[in-house]
């Protein structure tokens, strides 16, 4: 039986950059770092950065959304930061509101505001 979500590995072609990138987007450090596999602990869930990207194609063609409070806030702190947009922010119901990101690599990054769930 399913328990939810537990990880979410991106395919990355370099492997430092990526953790730059990653430090400086979700503002965090890894709890995990070897030169075959970076873990961060994001709210319980695992953010894992594999640099054997072989056999895949640039970018992914599913989108995991991670949770934030405020996706007006976080888009804007994105685009300071000069982060890639996929999608802006739209409403697709009630108050949930959705957006993402690209990561350097072409791995999309969702984002999601929903007061349903806490953070």
Same mark, same amino acid.
Do not use: C
């Given at each position: 039986?399913?328990?939810g979500l537990r990880t979410i590995v991106?395919?990355?072609?370099?492997?430092?950059?990526?953790?730059?990138?990653? /430090?400086?987007? %979700? =503002?965090?450090?890894?709890?995990?770092?070897?030169?075959?596999?970076?873990?961060? $602990?994001?709210? !319980?869930? *695992?953010?894992?950065?594999?640099?054997?990207?072989?056999?895949?194609?640039?970018?992914?063609?599913?989108?995991?959304?991670?949770?934030?409070?405020?996706? /007006?806030?976080? %888009? =804007?702190?994105?685009?300071?930061?000069?982060?890639?947009?996929?999608?802006?922010? $739209?409403?697709? !119901?009630? *108050?949930?509101?959705?957006?993402?990101?690209?990561?350097?690599?072409?791995?999309?990054?969702?984002?999601?505001?929903?007061?349903?769930?806490?953070?």
């Amino acid at each position: 039986m399913l328990q939810g979500l537990r990880t979410i590995v991106y395919y990355v072609g370099d492997l430092e950059a990526a953790k730059e990138w990653y /430090k400086k987007i %979700f =503002e965090i450090e890894p709890y995990f770092d070897e030169p075959f596999y970076v873990g961060y $602990n994001v709210g !319980g869930f *695992e953010l894992g950065l594999n640099p054997d990207d072989t056999g895949f194609s640039n970018g992914n063609h599913s989108i995991t959304y991670w949770g934030v409070q405020n996706i /007006k806030e976080t %888009f =804007e702190r994105f685009e300071a930061l000069e982060v890639e947009i996929h999608e802006k922010p $739209n409403n697709v !119901g009630d *108050e949930i509101w959705v957006g993402s990101i690209f990561d350097p690599f072409g791995n999309v990054i969702g984002i999601i505001e929903n007061p349903e769930f806490s953070l």
